[in-house]
Structure formats: C-alpha cells, structure tokens
T-cell receptor
Framework: GENVEQHPSTLSVQEGDSAVIKCTYS??????FPWYKQELGKGPQLIID?????GEKKDQRIAVTLNKTAKHFSLHITETQPEDSAVYFC????????????FGRGTSLIVHP | DAGITQSPRHKVTETGTPVTLRCHQT?????MYWYRQDPGHGLRLIHY???????DKGEVSDGYSVSRSKTEDFLLTLESATSSQTSVYFC?????????????FGPGTRLTVL
C-alpha cells in the first residue's frame, strides 16, 4: 500500500518568514495530494490540493508543488502569521484505487510573533 | 464547514464497557469514514462506508465495529473499550459526484478509557 512520509514533525518560524513542509510518497499510482490544516481542538480542514497533471498550485500565501518523478510534494507558506500556527497534514490517494487517502504524520507549525 | 456533527464530543469511560460514537452529516454524501488520531501517528483509518449498510475495514479496525443504517449516520462502536483506544476520533465524509478523494472532517470526539 501507499506510504507517506512527512517532514519536519515540528517547524518553528518567525512571523513573516516562509515555511516549507515536505512529503514523499511510495505509490506511483497516486495522483491526488491534499493538504489539511488542523487547529487546536478542531478537525482537519482542506486548505489546498493538487492533482498529478499539475506541477504547482497557488492560493494567496500558500502553494503546493509536486514532483512526480521524485515522488515528493511540498507545502509552501509565505509571509507567515501567528494564525498559521497549526498542525498540517499531507496525504496521497489514487483515483484508480479506493480513493481513500494515506496521511502523513503531521507537522506542527509554530509562528512566533 | 461541511455539515458534520459528532457526538459526544468528550467521553470518559472504563475499561471493558461498550462505547458508541455517532457521526451525523447533512450533506447527503455517499462515503463516510472513521479515523483515530494519536500523537506521532497522524490519522489512521478505522472503518469506512461506501453506502447504506456497505462498510469495510481500515488499517486499525481490531476492537471496533461500525454500522450505517441511514445515509446521514455512521456509528462507531468499541465493543469492549481498552486503554489503548484512548484517542481522538474523527469522522469524515466525501462524495464521488464531486471528488471522492476529497474528505471533509467533523470536529472530533475525545475518548478517554480509564
């Protein structure tokens, strides 16, 4: 089955800096890569996703990049703000399989004011 | 937020007792999922449902059972709770008419087994 590795497990940045979270996946059939943000005491919320026919996608201060050859994808947050502090999860799934995503173990992002 | 509610939101119980957690959705989505979240493990799939009365096991299904008698409700039962089942449980939904692989999560249930 699919295996998703996520790094780092904890990331501490100063407000205004950029943050990058990286994930690798093992199944070359995976073609959908969502990112979720989980604030304290809440359920994960989808913030951005990318499909394998696209190399990069942006939404305001967040962007995701995908390298299918290397089987890795990354989340980039620019101009970080304290409200970006949360746990971020990457995931990978295949439309040719059960559609059920495999999640990374999460990255705790701390943005210091 | 997607129309997903979970009940109860917090529960403390004793080892050996049965526990049922409820997930209720108002989105009429076909797929429903139960995950558990533990430090260092991320989100792990317990069971999922692809329609009324259609369910299947996930990677950590031992000790859990599920039922789905209506589209909107998905129940997770711990048949005889153990301390290792202390966790935060999340329900999620998805819909193939939109994108089956995009999941929307409920607010979670924190379960403590003493």
């Amino acid at each position: 089955g699919e295996n998703v590795e996520q790094h780092p497990s904890t990331l501490s940045v100063q407000e205004g800096d950029s943050a990058v979270i990286k994930c690798t996946y093992s199944d070359s059939a995976s073609n959908y890569f969502p990112w979720y943000k989980q604030e304290l005491g809440k359920g994960p919320q989808l913030i951005i996703d990318i499909r394998s026919n696209v190399g990069e996608k942006k939404d305001q201060r967040i962007a995701v990049t995908l390298n299918k050859t290397a089987k890795h994808f990354s989340l980039h947050i620019t101009e970080t703000q304290p409200e970006d502090s949360a746990v971020y999860f990457c995931a990978a799934s295949s439309s040719g399989g059960s559609y059920i995503p495999t999640f990374g173990r999460g990255t705790s992002l701390i943005v210091h004011p | 937020d997607a129309g997903i509610t979970q009940s109860p939101r917090h529960k403390v119980t004793e080892t050996g007792t049965p526990v049922t957690l409820r997930c209720h959705q108002t989105e009429n989505h076909r797929y429903m999922y139960w995950y558990r979240q533990d430090p260092g493990h991320g989100l792990r799939l317990i069971h999922y449902s692809y329609g009324v009365k259609d369910t299947d096991k996930g990677e950590v299904s031992d000790g859990y059972s599920v039922s789905r008698s209506k589209t909107e409700d998905f129940l997770l039962t711990l048949e005889s709770a153990t301390s290792s089942q202390t966790s935060v449980y999340f329900c999620a939904i998805s819909e193939e008419r939109v994108r089956a692989d995009t999941q929307y999560f409920g607010p979670g249930t924190r379960l403590t087994v003493l």
